[in-house]
């Protein structure tokens, strides 16, 4: 694997120190990030959050090189790099993790297999509380079925059952 910091033919951006960002950022080419960012990055390169850099942000990118400070989750798709001026609060997860001495830490690290590792350019959408109702209420239909009697709580199922008995006692 190449090392990110000798990448001089590449393209990168720089977000200066005096920048201040909240919202969703997303980018295509390296990025050295040295201002202050709050909300989501979804990056397809590299990206480096430099020593002035301080993030209250999930982050996912291909390759994430981490020398400030980060408060949020970090999903790296190739490998994740925490230097030692670096300071994170917050899980990692990526195919290979390299900590140094020196760094502050406060999370998990899962290391996956890099296919289970995607960047993801928007996240999962949930299901809709309605299909899982309606999961449950066939399954519990074929049961109920089986019963051949009416819930009790239905009023109009209770009369009928009443107006069938009497018809039956005056016959």
């Known amino acids: 694997m190449s090392n990110p910091y000798d990448s001089h033919n590449r393209k990168k951006s720089v977000l200066g120190p005096t920048l201040k960002f909240k919202g969703e950022l997303s980018a295509d080419e390296d ?4 201002g202050q960012i709050e909300g989501n990055i979804r990056h397809s390169s590299n990206l480096t959050i430099g020593e002035e850099g301080k993030l209250k942000a999930n982050v996912d990118a291909v390759y994430i090189a981490v020398e400030g400070e980060v408060r949020g989750d970090l999903r790296g798709s190739t490998s994740i790099i925490v230097k030692d001026t670096a300071d994170i609060e917050g899980n990692i997860i990526s195919p290979t993790v390299s900590l140094y001495e020196g760094a502050t830490f406060n999370g998990s ?7 289970e590792v995607k960047v993801a350019p928007k996240p999962p959408v949930e299901e809709p509380v309605a299909a899982t109702a309606t999961e449950s209420s066939i399954a519990t239909k074929p049961a109920a079925a089986d019963k051949k009697e009416p819930p009790a709580d239905d009023s109009s199922s209770t009369r009928k059952r009443r107006t069938s008995r009497k018809s039956a006692s005056a016959a």
């Open 31 to 34: 990025l050295l990030i040295q």
């Open 109 to 115: 690290i899962t290391m996956k297999d890099p296919a």
